[in-house]
T-cell receptor, first 113, second 109 residues
Framework: SQTIHQWPATLVQPVGSPLSLECTVEGTSNPNLYWYRQAAGRGLQLLFYSVGIGQISSEVPQNLSASRPQDRQFILSSKKLLLSDSGFYLC????????????FGSGTQLSVL | GQNIDQPTEMTATEGAIVQINCTYQTSGFNGLFWYQQHAGEAPTFLSYNVLDGLEEKGRFSSFLSRSKGYSYLLLKELQMKDSASYLCAVVDSNYQLIWGAGTKLIIKP
């Protein structure tokens, strides 16, 4: 069966520090991968999605970047965090031909202070 | 543009029934999802509607009217554990999910 791992669960970082969140998927090949952000009390905002290694689409211009160094690994990064980067970050995957069905990781609560 | 509207917050009493509405205007339609999300956790799947009508699953039901761009989630016999946010998401013409902001449901004893 397919599983998705996301870490860390909680992160507190000072403004201006770098960020690296990692997500891996097991049990499937060539998944579509997604990074979402959810501000407090808000809906899900799609940040990045990837349909293959090295292929990243950015939905929103921002202080963040994403990379997909391996088929089932997706990384969210920042060189210098801003206060506005605080939020709940969710990694997700879908099968290549069934993008309606999205499966979420457990999320990372990021607080930038 | 694409738009999904849900009430921000609703309050209901334990044991009662509550209906959470969702209206949408999207570029194409290929289905509508309802997810439940407890604070600090990932959303979990509740229902999927692609045809008009009512889908019932235990205490939860979901209704869709494509002509009206409207859906609702009906929760019966409310329990305290149903206190959560409920997210409506529409699948657009590119088979991408468009998310509503969610409705925070507060259950009172």
């Amino acid at each position: 069966s397919q599983t998705i791992h996301q870490w860390p669960a909680t992160l507190v970082q000072p403004v201006g520090s770098p960020l690296s969140l990692e997500c891996t998927v097991e049990g499937t090949s060539n998944p579509n991968l997604y990074w979402y952000r959810q501000a407090a009390g808000r809906g899900l905002q799609l940040l990045f999605y990837s349909v293959g290694i090295g292929q990243i689409s950015s939905e929103v211009p921002q202080n963040l970047s994403a990379s997909r160094p391996q088929d089932r690994q997706f990384i969210l990064s920042s060189k210098k965090l801003l206060l506005s980067d605080s939020g709940f970050y969710l990694c997700a995957w879908s099968a290549p031909v069934e993008t309606r069905w999205v499966f979420f990781g457990s999320g990372t609560q990021l607080s930038v202070l | 543009g694409q738009n999904i509207d849900q009430p921000t917050e609703m309050t209901a009493t334990e044991g009662a029934i509550v209906q959470i509405n969702c209206t949408y205007q999207t570029s194409g339609f290929n289905g509508l999802f309802w997810y439940q999300q407890h604070a600090g956790e990932a959303p979990t799947f509740l229902s999927y509607n692609v045809l008009d009508g009512l889908e019932e699953k235990g205490r939860f039901s979901s209704f869709l009217s494509r002509s009206k761009g409207y859906s609702y989630l009906l929760l019966k016999e409310l329990q305290m554990k149903d206190s959560a946010s409920y997210l409506c998401a529409v699948v657009d013409s590119n088979y991408q999910l468009i998310w509503g902001a969610g409705t925070k449901l507060i259950i009172k004893p």
